[in-house]
């Protein structure tokens, strides 16, 4: 069993940043392909980023340039750096975890989530 938990959302204005963490337990962390997903309000949930164990990543086309996936395997912990925020990225930010180490981009394949945190972005 894995357990995650999100922090770092909260408010922010166009064009600011902000850090989200997702800190996970389990002894094999460092072999976890880690994923980050996001829902906004009336909207499905959508793939964010995913970083394997070697680190390589992989983004979503809407966040690539400015967002960047990256882990800590001593903290068991793995981010998303989010820079020129937009008002469009408002939504819950989900981290997901795929113990397996895959490459996954669709939330249906992934067994573990955080519950999330809130990104408003103000215009």
């Known amino acids: 069993q894995v357990q995650l938990v999100e922090s770092g959302g909260g408010l922010v204005q166009a064009g600011g940043s902000l850090r989200l963490s997702c800190a996970a337990s389990?002894?094999?962390?460092?072999?976890?392909?880690m994923g980050w997903f996001r829902q906004a309000p009336g909207k499905e949930r959508e793939f964010v980023a995913v970083?394997?164990?070697?680190?390589?990543?992989y983004y979503a086309d809407s966040v690539k340039g400015r967002f960047t996936i990256s882990r800590d395997n001593a903290k068991n912990t793995v981010y998303l750096q989010m820079n020129s925020l937009k008002p469009e990225d408002t939504a819950v930010y989900y981290c997901?975890?795929?113990?397996?180490?895959?490459?996954?981009?669709?939330?249906?394949?992934?067994?573990?989530w955080g519950q999330g945190t809130q990104v408003t972005v103000s215009s």
């Open positions: 970083i394997r164990s070697g680190e390589s990543t």
């Open positions: 997901a975890a795929d113990p397996q180490g895959r490459y996954l981009l669709r939330d249906q394949d992934y067994d573990y």
């Open positions: 389990g002894r094999t962390f460092s072999s976890y392909a």
